[in-house]
């Protein structure tokens, strides 16, 4: 299944400034690393993931357009998915952005 090339550019745009930050090809689409730390994605299920951490999750989920994260029937606490509508949005895209680096930069160094 092949990701969204226009979401894996609109990511790597919103992270040209960010240091560290890595591309990965998994889970069937395009993984941004920050520091070795997943920090979203664009998938092949024509959405994007955002790893908000389980302390943000509930405010990333009061953003329209975003969802709960699953794969294969679980759920993936700290991750939200968000769908086109919420990616056609730069001020909902730059917030879940958001929400993700403060959450991955306090991670160590993978």
Do not use: H
Request: proline share 3%; net charge neutral; glycine share 12%.
């Amino acid at each position: 299944m092949a990701y969204d090339e226009g979401i894996a550019q609109q990511l790597r745009d919103a992270l040209a400034e960010v240091p560290d930050v890595t591309e990965k090809r998994m889970f069937g689409g395009l993984c941004f690393l920050l520091r070795g730390n997943m920090l979203c994605g664009a998938s092949g299920w024509s959405d994007t993931m955002f790893r908000v951490g389980k302390a943000a999750e509930a405010a990333a989920l009061e953003v329209a357009g975003t969802r709960i994260m699953e794969m294969g029937g679980r759920r993936m606490g700290g991750f939200v998915r968000a769908d086109e509508s919420a990616m056609a949005d730069d001020g909902v895209r730059d917030r879940l952005m958001a929400l993700a680096l403060r959450y991955v930069q306090s991670l160590p160094p993978k």
